[in-house]
C-alpha cells in the first residue's frame, strides 16, 4: 500500500494491483474539543493566582488537555495496527511537519498540528518492523502529487488543484494520485532490497 497523509482526509490509501482505494476520515479532535479548552482556559485566568480555586481549575485543564493527547494516540494505535495485520509492504511520504508548521498559516498550522501525522508514522513504521515487515519512506524530494502515476510525466500543481489531469488522460483525485505514486515507491524500494514480490 500507499499512504498520502492529508487534512481533509487524514490517510488516502492505495492498495493492490488496481489501486483499491481506501481513506481514513480526520477525527479533528482540536477542532471538537477547542470550545470547552477554550472555557476552561477563561476559568483558569479568571481564578487568583495560586489559589486553591486557581489550582483547581488548573487542574481540570490539563486534565482535559491529557485526554486529546489520548484520543489521537488511541485513533494513531488503532489505525497502525489495522494496517500492520493486513499488509507486508507499507509506502508513506516523508513529512518535514517542523518545517510545515512554520510556513503554514496559523490556523493551517493548528490542523496539522492536531492531525499528529508523525506519531502515526512512527507507530506504523516500529510495528512493521516488529512485525517483519517492510516499511518504505519516500524521499523528501519526491514530488507524489506532481507525478502522473499512469505515465509518470510530471506536472506543476497548486495546493488548490485536487484532481490531477494529465495529457495521457489520467484523471484522478490529487490524494490518490499521490498515494498510487508513493505505492510504486515502495514496491521498487521493496525490490531494491533485494525481497522478490
Known amino acids: ?9 487524514f490517510a488516502t490509501i492505495a492498495q493492490g494491483d488496481d489501486n483499491h482505494l481506501q481513506e ?14 477554550r472555557s476552561l482556559s477563561r476559568k483558569l ?12 481549575a488548573k487542574y481540570n485543564l490539563q486534565v482535559y488537555q491529557v485526554r486529546l493527547k489520548n484520543c489521537r494516540k488511541d485513533f494513531a494505535h488503532k489505525h497502525s495496527t489495522q494496517l500492520v ?13 517542523q518545517s510545515l508548521l512554520q510556513n503554514s498559516p496559523s490556523s493551517l498550522a493548528r490542523s496539522i498540528a492536531d492531525a499528529s501525522w508523525r506519531q502515526f508514522l ?19 524530494w519526491f514530488a507524489s502529487t506532481k507525478i502522473c502515476s499512469g505515465c509518470s510525466r510530471k506536472k506543476e500543481m497548486k495546493l488548490s488543484d485536487r484532481t490531477f489531469r494529465c495529457e495521457c488522460g489520467n484523471e484522478l483525485g490529487r490524494d490518490i494520485n499521490a498515494a498510487i505514486n508513493i505505492k510504486n515507491i515502495a514496491l521498487e524500494m521493496y525490490k531494491a532490497a533485494g525481497a522478490s514480490v
Open 1 to 9: 500500500i500507499g499512504i498520502d497523509m492529508g487534512l481533509s482526509t
Open 24 to 37: 481514513i476520515a480526520n477525527p479533528r479532535f482540536l477542532k471538537k474539543s477547542l470550545q470547552k479548552l
Open 45 to 56: 485566568s479568571r481564578k487568583i493566582y495560586k489559589s486553591r480555586n486557581w489550582f483547581k
Open 85 to 97: 495485520k493486513s499488509h507486508d509492504i507499507v509506502g508513506v511520504e516523508s513529512l518535514s511537519i
Open 122 to 140: 512512527n507507530f506504523l513504521q516500529y510495528k512493521l518492523q516488529h512485525a517483519s515487515k517492510f516499511f518504505a519512506e519516500a524521499s523528501r
